[in-house]
């Protein structure tokens, strides 16, 4: 079976840093995505990570480590407009590889 | 470009009423995806396209049907809308198969009663 964990919400502070957690387990790996959705609007793409470790791009970093079936997204300096849904979602082996299983995603409240 | 646009961005239908959603994409993206967005469901995949002429089921067919018959366009057809159906569809493509950035619609808000 298919299953992504996230937590459902955070609160955070503005200018500080959070961690949004995602844990895995899945048939195949090939991928694991961040995206984020502002209320009443599209996903967007943040990161993407295949191999072990942290991928950095600006305020955003993301996480993997295949062996526990974890990884995490970091945001730094959180501004106001970081109010928003970030989901978590896994990419599989077989078929269409683009075939993506989505977590139900953390709903972060960035507070003044 | 214009991106990934879907038609209509509301619609309510009634109960064995159908209709179709339009979704279409001007990047000349071959990998197209349907997905229904449900509170506390998370994103989950009616139907995927690897290219024009090919289609296939995704988490969620039953109740949708698919086609491509060009590399731009990707219409989901409800074929007798349930109120289960009630749902935010998200239209998604990306550049071929292994791609990692999937671009996604502005959605479809659809109510069936």
């Known amino acids: 079976g298919q299953n992504i964990d996230q937590p459902t919400e955070m609160t955070a502070t503005e200018g500080a840093i959070v961690q949004i957690n995602c844990t895995y387990q899945?048939?195949?790996?090939?991928?694991l995505f961040w995206y984020q959705q502002h209320a009443g609007e599209a996903p967007t793409f943040l990161s993407y990570n295949v191999l072990d470790g942290l991928e950095e791009k600006g305020r955003f970093s993301s996480f993997l480590s295949r062996s526990k079936g974890y990884s995490y997204l970091l945001l730094k300096e959180l501004q106001m407009k970081d109010s928003a849904s970030y989901l978590c979602a896994v990419r599989g082996y077989g078929g269409a590889t683009n075939k993506l299983i989505f977590g139900t995603g953390t709903l972060l409240a960035v507070q003044p | 470009n214009a991106g990934v646009t879907q038609t209509p961005k509301f619609q309510v239908l009634k109960t064995g009423q159908s209709m179709t959603l339009q979704c279409a994409q001007d990047?000349?993206?071959?990998?197209m995806s349907w997905y229904r967005q449900d509170p506390g469901m998370g994103l989950r995949l009616i139907h995927y396209s690897v290219g024009a002429g090919i289609t296939d089921q995704g988490e969620v067919p039953n109740g949708y049907n698919v086609s491509r018959s060009t590399t731009e366009d990707f219409p989901l057809r409800l074929l007798s809308a349930a109120p289960s159906q009630t749902s935010v569809y998200f239209c998604a493509s990306s550049y071929g198969q292994s791609y990692n950035e999937q671009f996604f619609g502005p959605g479809t808000r659809l109510t069936v009663l």
């Open positions: 899945t048939s195949g790996f090939n991928g």
């Open positions: 990047m000349n993206h071959e990998y």
